[in-house]
């Protein structure tokens, strides 16, 4: 089953920051956050494992709360470098797989 | 550099083909998979597979399988393709560990239509 992303799509000017959430009806091993720029391949930006664990990547960070079955993926200081469609994939840690949710479309205007 | 190569960029096709789609990676990592997607729907997995000739049906394998004679080549074959097979196809790549350890590294996709 897909997770839930949320907001589908968002607009920032730059330096404005946003919040992707993404939620999982099935209890979660590991949450994985990619990012694709229209026309390229999804690009991996990070991996939380159950724990509870935040974790930066510059100005991009995200936190997973295993109890809730939710991650969130948080952006500061957009740029415009920023814009894409970000996807997470969560696993339930029984097999290999992930399953994406359907994506957030992220706009960041000058 | 490396990196995960699918054959072709973009494909047409007649209705009722069998195509290969063909992704290589050179990062000698143990699972390949194989998504389709599609605008609205996100990434869907197709088939995956964990080591050499093993392999594992996905969310929506109807109308596909696959292959994997060597570690580093994992092929999509569509049997008869169709229409709503039309398609962004990416295959990516990740080393084993358990339910996700390893982040994926995705090739930049073949882009099918089947007319």
């Known amino acids: 089953q897909q997770p839930v992303q949320s907001p589908q799509a968002v607009i920032l000017r730059e330096g404005e920051d946003a919040v992707i959430n993404c939620s999982s009806s099935?209890?979660?091993?590991?949450v994985h956050w990619y990012r694709q720029k229209h026309g390229e391949a999804p690009v991996f930006l990070m991996i939380?494992?159950?724990?509870?664990e935040q974790k930066g990547h510059e100005k991009i960070s995200a936190s997973f709360n295993e109890k809730k079955q939710q991650s969130s993926l948080y952006l500061t200081a957009s740029q415009l470098s920023y814009s894409g469609t970000y996807f997470c994939g969560t696993s339930g840690g029984s097999n290999y797989k992930l399953t994406f949710g359907k994506g957030t479309l992220l706009t960041v205007n000058p | 550099d490396v990196k995960v190569t699918q054959s072709s960029r973009y494909l047409v096709k007649r209705t009722g083909e069998k195509v290969f789609l063909e992704c290589v990676q050179d990062?000698?990592?143990?699972?390949m998979f194989w998504y389709r997607q599609d605008p609205g729907l996100g990434l869907r997995l197709i088939y995956f597979?964990?080591?050499?000739?093993?392999?594992e049906k996905g969310d929506i394998p109807e109308g596909y399988s696959v292959s994997r004679e060597k570690k580093e080549r994992f092929s999509l074959i569509l049997e008869s393709a169709s229409t709503n097979q039309t398609s962004m196809y990416l295959c990516?790549?990740?080393?084993?560990?358990?339910?996700?350890?390893?982040?994926?590294?995705f090739g930049s996709g073949t882009r099918l239509t089947v007319v």
């Open positions: 939380l494992l159950k724990g509870g």
């Open positions: 990516a790549s990740s080393l084993q560990g358990y339910g996700g350890d390893y982040g994926y590294t």
């Open positions: 990062m000698d990592h143990e699972n």
């Open positions: 099935k209890a979660l091993y590991s």
């Open positions: 597979s964990y080591d050499v000739k093993m392999k």
